[in-house]
């Protein structure tokens, strides 16, 4: 009962993580669609008091992961050491997935410290002991770049939402050299 109380202590944030990460490993281990999966909890939470409704954190965290999982996934596998994201114990991959896209795309307002206690707090929960400092370490060096990719997303956004420029039509801007028609 007190680990239930400790659980509910955490806030709904916490919650919303801890689902993101259940999910994530749910849809590994079954092989689907981790936003069909949170979407048919969705349904099923409005649909029966038995269920849980899934928050919209949760929803943000796993459609945030979905869209980039290639990114993430290559961001987590340059920072591990001496293991690769395969023989990592799956717990600890949908943890430290949900824990990079939080630093990577996620609210700037959370703060890199807040992200990386709160996934070590989940990992101390629903993994190996020995895998907390692991998935410590592998965050806080994410995090560390976090910055610097999200400056770079943000001037691609800013590329892309520039109006492009007029055409210029060529024939009206090259001076006529004054020669015969070569066609003629």
């Known amino acids: 009962m007190a680990e239930d109380a400790d659980y509910r202590r955490r806030g709904s944030r916490y919650r919303a993580r801890r689902r993101a990460v259940a999910l994530l490993f749910e849809a590994e281990l079954r092989d689907a669609d ?9 349904r099923m939470g409005a649909d029966s008091q038995e269920f849980h409704d ?40 949908a943890v430290l997935r949900a824990g990079a ?11 890199s410290a807040t992200v990386i206690d709160q996934a070590v707090l989940l990992t101390a929960d629903l993994s190996a002991e020995k895998s907390v400092a692991y998935v410590n370490a592998v965050l806080d060096r994410v995090a560390g770049l976090a910055e610097h990719i999200r400056a770079a997303e943000r001037a691609v956004s800013s590329l892309d939402a520039s109006p492009e420029p007029d055409a210029v039509d060529v024939s009206e801007t090259t001076p006529d050299r004054g020669g015969s028609d070569p066609a003629g």
């Open 34 to 42: 981790v936003v069909e999966l949170a979407e048919e909890r969705r």
């Open 54 to 93: 899934v928050a919209p954190y949760t929803m943000e965290i796993v459609t945030g992961v979905a869209e980039r999982l290639d990114r993430i996934d290559a961001m987590i596998s340059d920072h591990l050491r001496e293991w690769t994201l395969e023989r990592l114990p799956a717990v600890d991959r």
């Open 101 to 111: 896209w939080e630093l990577l795309y996620g609210a700037e307002d959370l703060g």
